[in-house]
């Protein structure tokens, strides 16, 4: 079978990278030696006390800040059971509350602390600028961009199992990388909907290589997963993979949501639904009112003082949304002891198989 140029450098790539990584390592010395040391140092300046040290602290802050994000991000795509959708239950939230609180106190300039944790408005009340789609979009940016890459970092396993695979010629444990192979050998005679979409997702991927993964990557596409098991497969380029992964999620596609929330929690859209729920005959009213005493109580708390702690007294709406939160968490959990129990049986059961086989 005939590759594309780039899959043909990819399947020469992947046999050079099968040699000798100690050599490799050795040839790359100096730049080694750079991090060690650069690593130290590092160390160094952050157990040192003196004056940097606030510094110290302000970029330690931001670390976690974006190490949290990321570690979202990998959550919601690495494939562990069904994935935790934290971009609902976490980032969406975050981007809606910044959005409200943007145009309700006519700034972004929230104190830091309590910003991150809580919001509330400036003390300086002079200070109101033009709130546009633009401020916060620059507002949510850097924790948007960190759950876009944690969520191209998650898309990395199967590459790589694909990948080995591949190189190995063994066949893993994985029941869609089993469904990729089966999916290869009845292309032909593929007809349902769902098979042929996955076709043309391998074909764009296979025949258009990095513009074909940036477009898969850039809108909210359940099948990426074939897209890098397509990839590992036909060894593409690991940078051809991940960079376009990692552009099409953590900028492309990010700022394609990141539009979504803000836009939909703009203050006189929210307005307009709450307005809408209280036009529902019968029972709108009933259910307007705790959608009203929510805002309003958001609003309370944004123009609190950052030294005031926030008043006691919790809506329905947010005790149920916690809840959905820890059911959703549990159910994560749960899904992974699941496939990993699904996995063990398969494996006895074929280890079983194979025995019986050779009696």
Not at 8 to 16: A, D, L, T, Y
Not at 46 to 66: D, P, R
Not at 167 to 189: C, K, V, W
Request: hydrophobic residues 45%; charged residues 20%.
């Amino acid at each position: 079978m005939h590759l594309p140029p780039y899959l043909e450098s990819g399947w020469m790539q992947g046999n050079k990278e099968a040699g000798k990584p100690e050599r490799r390592l050795w040839h790359r010395r100096g730049m080694v030696t750079s991090l060690l040391l650069m690593l130290g140092v590092l160390t160094v300046a952050y157990y040192i006390e003196g004056a940097h040290q606030q510094y110290v602290q302000h970029v330690e802050k931001k670390f976690l800040w974006c190490a949290y994000w990321v570690g979202l991000g990998i959550l919601s795509s690495v494939g562990l059971g069904t994935g935790l959708h934290t971009f609902l239950l976490y980032l969406g939230p975050h981007i809606a509350s910044v959005t409200l609180a943007a145009y309700e106190c006519n700034s972004v300039n929230f104190p830091e602390p309590p910003y991150p944790d809580a919001i509330v408005c400036p003390d300086d009340e002079g200070a109101e600028e033009t709130i546009t789609l633009w401020t916060i979009i620059s507002k949510v940016r850097l924790e948007a961009c960190m759950w876009g890459a944690g969520t191209a970092i998650g898309e990395l396993p199967p590459y790589f199992m694909a990948r080995a695979a591949r190189l190995s010629g063994a066949e893993p444990d994985d029941e869609e990388y089993e469904e990729f192979e089966e999916m290869l050998e009845h292309a032909q005679s593929a007809q349902d909907f769902a098979s042929r979409a996955k076709l043309a997702v391998q074909n764009l991927v296979q025949k258009v290589g990095f513009l074909g993964i940036l477009a898969c990557a850039s809108i909210p596409n359940p099948l990426f997963d074939l897209a890098g098991i397509t990839c590992g497969h036909f060894l593409v380029p690991f940078w051809t993979f991940f960079g376009a992964t990692l552009i099409g999620k953590a900028i492309i596609k990010m700022h394609i949501q990141k539009l979504f929330v803000i836009i939909t929690f703009s203050k006189h859209i929210v307005e307009q639904m709450v307005s809408l729920i209280g036009s529902v005959p019968s029972i709108g009213p009933s259910l307007q009112k705790p959608f009203q005493e929510y805002l309003e109580s958001q609003r309370k708390k944004l123009h609190l003082k950052s030294d005031t702690s926030s008043p006691q007294g919790e809506n329905w709406l947010s005790w149920a949304f916690e809840k959905l939160v820890i059911v959703m968490v549990f159910y994560f959990i749960l899904s992974i002891i699941n496939s990993m129990a699904q996995s063990y049986a398969k494996r006895v059961q074929q280890t079983k198989f194979s025995v019986e086989k050779t009696k």
